[in-house]
């Protein structure tokens, strides 16, 4: 039954968030208005972070030992949805205090940038709480929107307004594939209610077509999210146009919820094992052994495509925020393996890897916002010639961040592809394992290329790189020290995705 | 009392970071004060190594010093560590070459010198690392962990072609450490399917059935990985690059230990671990080895470049060390360990050498020089010391090294063995004529009259490396009862039927004892 109290224990994070949403709209608009305008935007830009600090705290203290449905089958919470809700709002805190330093930098007064990235993470906790298809397209689109608006912040830049209209345009495509998988499901089993749709699609022959297409549609608009090739295309320039904060928050918030909730769909929809006996007994048992022989293929060629296209296109280029960008698609082929494993580790992987690619991308992109100053100033990589003697220390995180993303040790992004590798190697994909291993050898080259930039050049000109605020040092600290902290001793959060893992049918 | 010994002395360089970190390089008085608390750390490292030497019982074929501690339990990782007596010279190699090798930089690096400094101290530790670990994954750890601090000290304070060199470097090595990763994933999940256990535990996973395809494929990736390292023809293309760009530090240390740690891989990981893999790839193994000692030494013959010559003789003397391995036989294979050691001493020393000359007139050429014999004889003479240990001669270390591999290797694979005896020969003529050009005859280029002798500090980090020349080359009985046990375990390990057959009474008793052997490890778990 419907009950006040239980909504607040449940999704007290996401209303949180609401309710800060709105508290930054009107604070706006009546208070702090005789300060200078960079200060008032210094001060709402604290105020979200307080905001997304108590929803961290909420769910971590309130929610993480939940297994829980409310409002009428709409919304649950447990521990795999936790840990997802928990990376999505450290992605959250970080990419806003860097917001913070970007806006002070590029002279960006408009204090909506803040309402807007906290309207984002709530369709974010939002969708990953979701049960229900209908609520799981709301809560994406809440999201995606307030992403296209942050994504044209820079309203003079061409670029930025360009990649918001092309990740506008294609997004609402993909959103739209989405609607017609959940349509289509509707259609079969009268429900948009994941559990009820199992039970139904259980008793039915598992290769009616309806259900396959339905299951296309929903992959092919997860994957638009997820960036995974060939439905990446749009990735490069949105991620090169909008602001380098804004780019840091789509790759990971954006990522964990895409993959957060294919990972819940694929697993409670298409597992008729679990439907059929109503109990969570497929815990280990490869959950889509029937329908696999569908998707699976076609997973294999993608997540080979995506790491490949991404690593290697990343080769090419010049500027260091597009090889970001094509970079990031290629961690998106990496965390496809773990979907293609389709076993407890690599469903456990693909946690611990976006919660490692959140500290070691913001990371990244913190710092390459500093460097650049203002937006587009210095981001070829022939304005990191010798950076390292300009600014040792920025030069060393740089390098920390982007040694974790070739996957090298003692850094998280070693251990956290050492997970994904070993799960679907566990499965028996030997030649995928091997192929991906060797795009990773490529992705160590176009890394590198940066850091000798960095380190074995001349500067050529003078580079002024912009001034560190105090809450962009804070996140990129905190990105470092949890990139080694995690490289080093990554056990207990590893077996925290672990838990959460296993935790992911218990309230069907 | 030795409870955590072996993580002292690896991470003990690490300590010696800290303080550097802190320390301004701007000003000579804060570059001096670095370099010194770099030198002392690394003579630190040394001594902590000598307690090692003390306390190790090379009556024990199993791994001593052991440290167990889980780490990453849901996956039965753990830090594990322990050395043995396969181990034992290299790692006394490290980190004894390692202050010679800081003493040689003094004045050789002058820019940057706290982030070289700080780039040796991690290297020494991700090198300690890597000879000491028994657990697979962190083995791997910190073999990946050495290529940073190697690219960057090639990439920043490398020759012309610096960085062409130093991504030529990390790419080749990457390529086949990542596939060995695989591999090592691989063999782990076989072991849990056949005993249930998930470990990466070195010595559960000795002996884990594998089918016979998988046991070719895997030991072809981790022979891959490590035939890149050693490097065996044709995989040595990085090496000349990697050597020639390299500071005279980075090729003492590329040469001196880095280049072990191929061979260590295959003795410790490749053959102990896929037997049968390692037996099938036998004759191409030999043949390649016997193909690198003798390219090796016809292209070091014709390098105008000293030090490139230098770098394609460890192509060959890295081959004595592959054959030496693959023979099988305790002589060959203890040969093979020696031999890595004297290669290590006689190649650094080269490298050091080649240095000092570089530092004064910044060429390496041949034909720049000749004649200065005359000018600076105590180069001279160290020099043709080194050269002779370098070919060989006997009452150097050379000579104990590749006697005992063609020794051995004579017992199975006599064509081998002859061939590879050639390579010897060859040896002598393309060191000793780089060594009649330089240093002999007239003083045909006038800048070279004016060349100083070796200084004091130069004759100081000679000195020990010519103490060890000759120690091994004299008392090689020191070194080798350390490995006695060790390697007869090692070969047990590998291949016990292979000495089958009554018609050869020595190597009846040689397995007798290899059973033995393996019955004590038994005994030992």
Request: aromatic share 14%; glycine share 8%.
């Amino acid at each position: 039954m419907f009950s006040l109290s239980e909504l607040w224990k449940i999704t007290g994070g996401q209303l949180i968030l609401l309710f800060f949403a709105f508290v930054l709209m009107f604070v706006d608009l009546y208070c702090f208005q005789k300060d200078a305008p960079e200060k008032r935007m210094n001060k709402m830009g604290w105020l979200a972070v307080i905001g997304i600090l108590a929803a961290l705290g909420h769910v971590v203290y309130r929610e993480w030992d939940l297994t829980q449905v409310v409002f009428m089958g709409v919304f649950s919470m447990e521990k795999y949805t936790a840990f997802l809700v928990v990376t999505t709002l450290i992605a959250g805190l970080i990419a806003t205090l860097i917001g913070i330093g970007y806006a002070q930098n590029n002279q960006i007064i408009r204090t909506e940038y803040f309402t807007l990235s906290i309207f984002g993470l709530y369709g974010a906790v939002a969708m990953l709480q979701s049960i229900d298809l209908l609520m799981m397209f709301i809560a994406l689109e809440i999201m995606s929107i307030a992403v296209y608006v942050l994504a044209g912040f820079l309203k003079k830049d061409q670029r930025s307004q360009e990649g918001a209209l092309k990740y506008f345009l294609l997004g609402s495509f993909g959103s739209a594939f989405f609607l017609f998988g959940v349509v289509l499901l509707y259609g079969v089993s009268g429900s948009v209610n994941l559990s009820q749709i199992a039970k139904v699609i259980a008793a039915e022959p598992l290769n009616r077509p309806e259900i396959l297409v339905a299951m296309a549609m929903i992959m092919a608009g997860l994957f638009f999210k997820m960036a995974l090739v060939p439905f990446h295309m749009w990735t490069p320039d949105v991620y090169e146009g909008s602001p380098s904060a804004v780019t840091g928050y789509m790759a990971t918030v954006v990522k964990a919820v895409a993959f957060g909730a294919f990972v819940k769909v694929f697993f409670v929809i298409f597992t008729p094992l679990l439907a059929g006996s109503g109990e969570p007994i497929f815990q280990g048992v490869s959950s889509l052994s029937a329908l696999s022989v569908y998707w699976k293929p076609v997973v294999w060629w993608i997540a080979l495509l995506t790491m490949f296209f991404g690593n290697l296109i990343a080769v090419s280029q010049q500027n260091v925020k597009r090889m970001l960008a094509y970079s990031s698609v290629a961690h998106a082929g990496y965390m496809a393996l773990g979907i293609l494993a389709d076993n407890g580790e690599g469903r456990m992987a693909i946690l611990f890897y976006l919660l490692a690619y959140t500290f070691m991308n913001l990371g990244a992109f913190g710092v390459l916002y500093v460097i650049d100053g203002k937006e587009r100033q210095a981001q070829e990589l022939e304005d990191y010639r010798g950076l390292a003697y300009v600014r040792p220390g920025l030069a060393f995180l740089m390098s920390l961040f982007l040694v974790s993303m070739a996957g090298l040790p003692p850094t998280v992004g070693f251990i956290a592809k050492f997970y994904l590798f070993a799960a679907i190697i566990k499965e028996g994909y030997f030649l995928l394992a091997a192929l991906g291993i060797l795009t990773s050898a490529i992705g160590a080259y176009y890394y590198l290329r940066v850091i000798y930039m960095l380190y074995m050049k001349e500067p050529a000109h003078e580079v002024v790189p912009g001034r560190v605020n105090l809450a962009t040092y804070l996140a990129i600290i905190i990105a470092a020290i949890s990139v080694l902290y995690l490289g080093i001793l990554p056990s207990n959060v590893a077996k925290l995705a672990d838990v959460a893992q296993s935790t992911l049918s218990f309230v069907f | 009392m030795n409870g955590l010994q072996l993580t002292y002395v690896t991470f003990m360089p690490l300590l010696g970071v800290i303080p550097i970190l802190f320390i301004s390089q701007k000003g000579e008085a804060g570059k001096a004060l670095i370099k010194w608390v770099s030198f002392v750390t690394s003579l630190l490292v040394f001594a902590a190594s000598l307690r090692l030497y003390a306390g190790f019982d090379p009556s024990n074929p199993n791994f001593q010093f052991v440290e167990l501690a889980p780490w990453i339990p849901a996956y039965g990782i753990s830090y594990h560590m322990g050395m043995d007596g396969l181990a034992f010279w290299l790692v006394m190699l490290t980190t004894f070459l390692t202050p010679i090798t800081i003493l040689s930089t003094w004045n050789a690096i002058e820019k940057r010198v706290k982030e070289f400094h700080v780039a040796m101290l991690f290297l020494e530790t991700a090198m300690l690392g890597t000879f000491l670990a028994i657990d697979v994954f962190l083995f791997y750890i910190f073999w990946e962990l050495l290529l940073i601090p190697m690219y960057l000290i090639i990439g920043v304070w490398g020759g012309e072609r610096r960085i062409y060199a130093a991504i030529k470097f990390f790419l080749f090595t990457a390529v086949g450490s990542l596939l060995m990763l695989v591999c090592i994933i691989g063999l782990v999940y076989f072991h849990k399917e056949t005993t249930g256990i998930l470990t990466f535990n070195l010595l559960e996973l000795y002996g884990t059935k594998l089918p016979h395809i998988y046991e070719l494929l895997f030991f072809a990736a981790f022979a891959l990985a490590f035939a890149i390292k050693v490097p065996m023809f044709p995989l040595h293309t990085w090496l000349p690059d990697a050597h020639v760009e390299a500071p005279t530090a980075g090729s003492v240390i590329l040469a001196g230990i880095l280049l072990k740690m191929g061979t260590y891989g295959f003795m410790r990981f490749a053959m102990p671990l896929f037997p049968a893999g390692s037996e099938y790839f036998t004759p191409l193994i030999i043949t390649l080895s016997v193909i690198g000692i003798i390219y090796g030494a016809l292209v070091a013959m014709v390098q105008p470049d000293i030090k490139k010559l230098v770098a394609y003789s460890s192509v060959s003397h890295l081959g004595y060390c592959m054959l030496g391995l693959y023979a099988l036989t305790p002589q060959a294979v203890e040969g093979s360990i020696l031999q890595m050691i004297n290669h290590g001493i006689s190649t650094s020393a080269l490298f050091l050498l080649v240095g000092v000359v570089y530092e004064r007139r910044h060429t390496r050429l041949i034909s720049e020089y000749g004649g200065i014999a005359r000018i600076m004889p105590i180069y001279a003479t160290i020099f043709l010391i080194i050269t002779l240990s370098s070919i060989g001669l006997p009452s150097t270390n050379g000579f104990i090294g590749e006697f005992l591999i063609l020794l051995g290797t004579f017992k199975v694979y006599k064509a081998a063995a002859v061939l590879a005896a050639s390579g010897v020969i060859l040896g002598a003529v393309y060191m000793l004529w780089m060594v009649q050009r330089v240093f002999y005859g007239e003083v045909t280029n006038p800048k070279n009259l004016t060349l100083k002798d070796m200084t004091c500090r130069e004759v100081i980090y000679m000195l020990p490396l010519l103490v060890m020349v000759f120690w091994i080359g004299l008392y090689p009985n020191f070194f080798l009862n350390k490995m006695h046990v060790s390697v007869n375990k090692f070969i047990a390990q590998t291949k016990v039927e292979r000495y089958k057959g009554p018609h050869c009474p020595v190597q009846h008793a040689s397995l007798e004892m290899n059973q033995a052997a393996a019955h004590g490890q038994v005994a030992g778990h």
